[in-house]
Nanobody
Framework: QVHLVESGGGLVQPGGSLRLSCSAS????????MGWYRQAPGKQRELVAR???????NSADSVKGRFTISRDNAKNTVYLQMNSLKPEDSAIYYC??????????????WGPGTQVTVSL
């Protein structure tokens, strides 16, 4: 079994910062792309940012200059540093990763999600 577990969500005031973490665990052979998506109430899930195993990144225009994605390949962990948070950033944030298990094939996994609320 492979699991993704997110942490770091919470309540923050507008203009504040949060750092999300997501670690992959289990019988992992290799991890390829990792990323963060978010879903606000009544809206579709959308890409926030993704990062390749080599460190190349892409992110949504709405978060450029405010959010930074990074990863630690040795720990199979991806991070999302969120600065200058706005109320419209409020959503459930989901970790996503392409993982190959030992003796297995590549599978796309999702974490259970962590709530981020930006409000006074």
């Amino acid at each position: 079994q492979v699991h993704l577990v997110e942490s770091g969500g919470g309540l923050v005031q507008p203009g504040g910062s949060l750092r999300l973490s997501c670690s992959a665990s289990g019988r992992i052979f290799s991890v390829n792309d990792m990323g963060w998506y978010r879903q606000a109430p009544g809206k579709q899930r959308e890409l926030v940012a993704r990062i390749t195993s080599g460190g190349s990144t892409n992110s949504a225009d709405s978060v450029k200059g405010r959010f930074t994605i990074s990863r630690d390949n040795a720990k199979n962990t991806v991070y999302l540093q969120m600065n200058s948070l706005k109320p419209e950033d409020s959503a459930i944030y989901y970790c996503n990763a392409d993982i190959r298990r030992v003796g297995g094939i590549w599978i796309n996994y999702w974490g259970p999600g962590t709530q981020v609320t930006v409000s006074l």
